[in-house]
């Protein structure tokens, strides 16, 4: 087997050490993204606490655009963020409820907290959460979500 040219080598360390280098297509690994089933699945998911990133979309050329966008995303904040897609035609209840009528749009679901009891007898089997949910309405890019994290105080990763 040929040894890789410098060049090579110069181009292979660039894209293993740059989160921004845009030449080529990253290797992403496995997808991150997680597809919304049951809205049980998703209120477990709020209980781990970490803040989810949910799309709702419809089939649409935006749509091809914005997964592309959501598995970065997914990558580059994982385990901090979570991100999740709703095909709505599927699950039209969960979507419904949203009162949106524009197609995809992405809400951000925040600082889950279990909520108190405030001194009334509640079912024990259910959990009552909290959740602030954000808009987004920011630029759909990689970009855009680490600006949004930011801006509103969402520990995106290690450094914050």
Do not use: W
């Amino acid at each position: 087997m040929e040894e890789p040219s410098f060049f090579d080598k110069m181009i292979s360390r660039i894209r293993e050490t740059s989160k921004y280098y845009t030449g080529y297509p990253k290797d992403l690994g496995p997808s991150r993204v997680i597809h919304f089933t049951s809205e049980r699945e998703f209120v477990q998911l709020l209980h781990e606490g970490h803040p989810i990133v949910v799309a709702f979309t419809i089939k649409c050329n935006y749509s091809q655009h914005l997964d592309k966008v959501l598995e970065e995303a997914a990558a580059e904040f994982y385990p901090h963020v979570k991100f999740m897609r709703v095909e709505c035609p599927k699950y039209p209840g969960f979507c419904i409820t949203r009162q949106r009528k524009d197609y995809p749009f992405v809400e951000i679901f925040h600082s889950p907290q279990q909520a108190a009891n405030q001194g009334r007898i509640v079912d024990p089997n259910i959990t009552k959460y909290s959740v602030k949910v954000l808009p987004f309405n920011f630029d759909t890019s990689v970009y855009g979500f680490r600006e949004y994290f930011k801006k509103h105080n969402i520990r995106a990763t290690d450094q914050n």
